[in-house]
C-alpha cells in the first residue's frame, strides 16, 4: 500500500464508516484504488497540503511544500487535467488558483468527462463514480433535512410549470441562474449516463450534449476539453430538448444559495443525483418547495404526466367511489415518520417500480382494455367541447394509425364502465370520425421528435423496417419520431394516405424491394417482430420493438432496465358506485383520475408539460426545501436533524404512552 495514496483517499472520502474508523481505508477501497492508479506520489503529497475546497495558488502550494512555483504549477495543471483539481476565481482580481473538490459532486465527474483516462481506466473510473455517490449516504440518507443539507444535487422546477401567483425565490428559476452566469456556459456530455453504459446499464437515454455548466466551472471544463463552450441560445435549446425527452432538471447543491455550478437534466434510470433520493427513499435529498397536485374535475387519467414522473409520484387510479367510499392510496413512508432507515426502508428496484404508472387497484377500464392503450376517455372529453384537432394528437401518442382501430375487436367499448348503466360510449365510432379528420389536419399532426440526448440532432444510425403490417409501420414510425433515418421496404401500406404524410414528413423513405442489409445498424423485423396479429396489439408491438432496437444498437443499454411497462389495469367494476348524476346523461364517467403521492413527489414540474387539460399543476408547499447550505456544514446538519427527528418521534411514543395508560 502506498501511504500517501492511503492518506489522501481517507482525506477526500465521504463515507461517514471510514471518517468514524469504522472501516479501515485499505487497498480495496475504491477510493483508494483510483487515487492510486491515476496520482504520483507528489501528486498525492499536493492534495493533502491543499485539502478539500480550499482554493490555493502554485505559489502558495511550493511554498507549503518547499518546491520551485514552476514544479507546483505543473503538477497542479496535470491534476487539473486527469480532473482531481480544478480552476477558482472566486477572489478579489479574479486571478486562476486550484482546489481539491470532493469525490461526488467533483472530481469523479471531472475524471468521467476526460475520455482518454477513461478509456485507460476502463471500468475503474465509472465504477468509481457509482459507489462514491451511494456509498457515503447509507449512514445517513434518513437523517437528511429538507434541501439536502448540501449534498448532492437539488431539483428546480420547470419555468413554465411555476405558478404566476407563486412566491417563489429568483434561485427556484433556471432563468435565474442564466442570467448569473451569463457569458460563461458550456455543455458536456451527461456523465451519469456515460457511467451507466459503461457498466451495461444503460436505459435507452444517450449523454451527448445533455448537462450544462456555468461559471468558474464551465471554464474549467473548456479549457481542460472536457466541454463546448455555448451560447445562451444554446442552452436553451438543450433545455428545450430535454425537457421534450421528458429529463427533470437539477442544480449543485454545496455551495449555499448563493452558487452553482452545474444544470443537469436527468432520467430515472440514469442519474446518480436522482438516485440519492429514489434508492433511499429519502425525498429530502433531491426535492425542490413544489408538489406536483392534481384536479379531479379536470383529469381524465390520459397517463402523460404518469409516462415521465421520475420518482414514481404519479400514478393512475380511479375517481369513481367503491362500496367502501372514495379510493384512498396510501403515501410512501418517509424518514421523519419513523425512528430506523435502514436497508428495509430502501428500494433498489426503483428504476422499474417508478417507471410503473398504474396503481395495482386499477384505473379507466377502456385505457386498460386497449391494446394500445388509446386514452379514450381524454379524447371523449376533448370530442366533448369539439376539440378535433387536440383529440387526435392524444390518439396518435399512442397509435399513430387511428384508421385501423375500424379492424380492431374494440375491447375498449365491451370494457366501458357506461355498460353497467346503459350502453357503452361510442369509442369505435368517434376513433372512426377523427381518423377521416386526419385529411384535412395532417400538417398539425407531425410531432416533435424524441432524440433522447440533448443536442437536436437525429441519430446517425439508418434502420430498416421491412413489412407493411401495422407492427412494421408502427416501429418505423417510433423510430424516426425517435430521430433515426428510417427506411420503410413495404408494399401497399393499410394506413390512410394522411397517415402516410405524416411518416414522409417525418423523415421516413418508403420504398420497395428489400434492404441491403450492411447499409443499416439494425433490420425489423429480424429482431423484435411482432407476436400478434390484430391491428391494436401489433401496433404496440411495433412501437416495443422501436424501444428495444433503439437500446440495441448502442452497446451498453439493458434492454429492460427502467423501461415503460405500459401495464394498465382496470377498475373493479364489482365494487364501484355510481351517482344518480353520473347516470342520468349518457357521457363518459370518467371512471379514471391521476394521484399523485406527496411523499414521493420531488417538484420537478416535467409532469405540467404532458398535460393537454390543465389538470396537474405545482403549487410552492414546502418552502423550507430552499435551505440551502454549503457542503462544509452538510455533516452536522444532517445529523442535528436526526436528532431532532428522533426526539421527536420519542416525544410522540411518550404522549401515545401516556395516554394509553390514562386509558
Known sequence: MRPLIRKAARMLTDCMDVKAGLVRMDEERMEYKLLDAILTDDMARAVLKMG??????????????????????????????????????????????????????????????????????????????????????????????????????????????????????????????????????????CVCRTAMIALGQGCGELPEGCCISLGDYSDYLVETGKAQRASYEEILAVLRQTEANGYMHQITNGDGGDEIFSICNCSVGNCFALRCSQYFNAPNLSA?????????????????????????????????????????????????????????????????????????SGTAPCKAACPAHVSIQGVMKLMEGGHELAALKLIRQDNPFPSLCNRCGHPCE?????????TPMEIVKTMRTLSEKQEMLQEKLVPQKIRMNGTGKDHKEKIAVVGSDPAALSCAYFLALTGYPVTLFAGELPCSPAEKAVMVQLGIDITSGTPDRNQFAAVYPDVFASVHTGPAEMIEDGRQAAV???????????????????????????????????????????????????????????????????????????PEFNNYVPYEKAKINTLLNGMKQAGTLAAEGLRHTMTDKKN
Open 52 to 189: 478539500v475546497r480550499i482554493p490555493a495558488t502554485p505559489e502558495e502550494l511550493a511554498k507549503k511544500l518547499r518546491w520551485s512555483t514552476e514544479k507546483a504549477r505543473e503538477i497542479l495543471d496535470e491534476m487539473a487535467q486527469l480532473g482531481i483539481v480544478e480552476y477558482n476565481r472566486h477572489n478579489d482580481d479574479r486571478h486562476k488558483q486550484y482546489v481539491v473538490p470532493i469525490f461526488v459532486v467533483g472530481s469523479a465527474e471531472n475524471i468521467m468527462l476526460n475520455k482518454e483516462l477513461v478509456r485507460k481506466l476502463g471500468s475503474l473510473a465509472p465504477q468509481f463514480f457509482h459507489e462514491m455517490s451511494l456509498e457515503p449516504l447509507k449512514l445517513i440518507s434518513g437523517m437528511v433535512p429538507p434541501g439536502g443539507a448540501g449534498l448532492g444535487f437539488h431539483v428546480i422546477p420547470v419555468e413554465r410549470a411555476i405558478p404566476k401567483e407563486s412566491q417563489a425565490v429568483d434561485i427556484e428559476r433556471l432563468s435565474y441562474w442564466l442570467k448569473k452566469y451569463e457569458g460563461h456556459y458550456a455543455i458536456q456530455d
Open 288 to 360: 425542490s418547495c413544489y408538489r406536483a397536485v392534481v384536479d379531479t374535475e379536470k383529469c381524465v387519467a390520459c397517463g402523460k404526466c404518469t409516462e415521465v414522473c421520475p420518482a414514481g409520484a404519479a400514478k393512475l387510479g380511479q375517481r369513481l367511489r367503491t362500496k367502501d367510499g372514495p379510493v384512498e392510496y396510501p403515501s410512501q413512508e418517509l424518514p421523519s415518520e419513523t425512528l430506523f432507515w435502514g436497508k428495509d426502508k430502501w428500494n433498489k428496484n426503483y428504476r422499474n417500480d417508478n417507471r410503473r404508472g398504474c396503481c395495482s
Open 414 to 422: 365491451t370494457a366501458c364502465t357506461r355498460s353497467l348503466i346503459d
Open 548 to 622: 428495444s432496437i433503439h437500446r440495441r444498437i448502442h452497446p451498453g443499454h439493458d434492454l429492460t432496465l427502467a423501461r415503460d411497462p405500459r401495464e394498465f389495469y382496470p377498475l373493479d367494476r364489482k365494487r364501484i358506485v355510481i351517482s344518480p348524476r353520473q347516470a342520468q346523461s349518457h357521457k363518459c364517467l370518467g371512471c379514471g383520475v391521476t394521484w399523485v403521492d406527496p411523499h414521493r413527489c420531488i417538484g420537478c414540474g416535467i409532469c405540467t408539460t404532458r398535460c393537454m387539460f390543465g389538470a396537474i399543476r405545482l403549487e410552492r408547499s414546502h
